[in-house]
């Protein structure tokens, strides 16, 4: 049951330009959503989160959107880095103390 | 900063051997999980631990699977006879107000 879903799993950008990965949901439920960076052999660090009454949230070169409508959010990074090259996993929650689902990951390339 | 520290960072164990992961979570914090990302799959929630006690579980948390906060600050899981299947990197975390923060992980690799 795959609630939260990236159905990209890579992408690839020129250093300067903006990326943006992509996240959906199917529950309902959740009305907090959580973007995570991730390093081979590290755990998951906490980028940017978005609650469901805001539809954008914005932190130095990260902003989230969320589209409750279509169940839908992004992270644009802009301008992107070569060290922002990573997997950036979207994961999502409904109360606090309740358990995180991840979506499958997006690997982020950032080339020089 | 606080952190999430977890030990070891790799073990290696045979089939059928008992094994804890172990976790010290942020010291303020209250809510208490593991997680684990099988090689080249997504992170899965495994088990949440409030108060003292297990708050949810996922399918995975068998019967093999415990958890315990023996004192204050350790968080451990234990897998009471290891499969081959259950080699992943394991991660614990806690969280407070919305705020959830991630371990290193441990790689478990299971011969």
């Known amino acids: 049951d795959q609630q939260v879903k990236q159905n990209s799993p890579s992408l690839s950008v020129q250093e300067g330009r903006i990326s943006i990965l992509n996240c959906d949901y199917t529950n309902s439920m959740f009305d907090y959503f959580l973007w995570y960076k991730k390093y081979p052999a590290e755990g998951p660090t906490f980028l940017i989160s978005?609650?469901?009454?805001?539809d954008k949230n914005e932190d130095g070169r990260f902003t989230v959107f969320l589209n409750k409508s279509a169940k839908h959010l992004s992270l644009h990074i802009v301008p992107s880095q070569p060290g922002d090259s990573a997997v950036y996993f979207c994961?999502?929650?409904?109360?606090?103390?309740?358990?995180?689902?991840f979506g499958a990951g997006t690997i982020l390339r950032v080339k020089s | 900063e606080p952190e999430v520290t977890q030990t070891p960072s790799h073990q290696v164990t045979q089939m059928g051997q008992e094994v804890i992961l172990r976790c010290v979570p942020i010291?303020?914090?209250?809510?208490f999980y593991w997680y684990r990302q099988i090689l080249g799959q997504k992170v899965e929630f495994l088990v949440s631990?409030?108060?003292?006690?297990?708050?949810?579980k996922s399918e995975i948390f068998d019967d093999q699977f415990s958890v315990e906060r023996p004192d204050g600050s350790n968080f451990t899981l234990k897998i009471r006879s290891t499969k081959l299947e259950d080699s992943a990197m394991y991660f614990c975390?806690?969280?407070?107000?919305?705020?959830?923060?991630f371990g290193p992980g441990t790689r478990l690799t299971v011969l």
């Open positions: 631990f409030y108060n003292n006690e297990i708050s949810e």
């Open positions: 975390a806690s969280e407070e107000g919305l705020a959830w923060f």
């Open positions: 978005i609650s469901s009454i805001k």
């Open positions: 010291s303020n914090h209250l809510y």
């Open positions: 994961a999502a929650t409904n109360r606090v103390g309740n358990k995180l689902v």
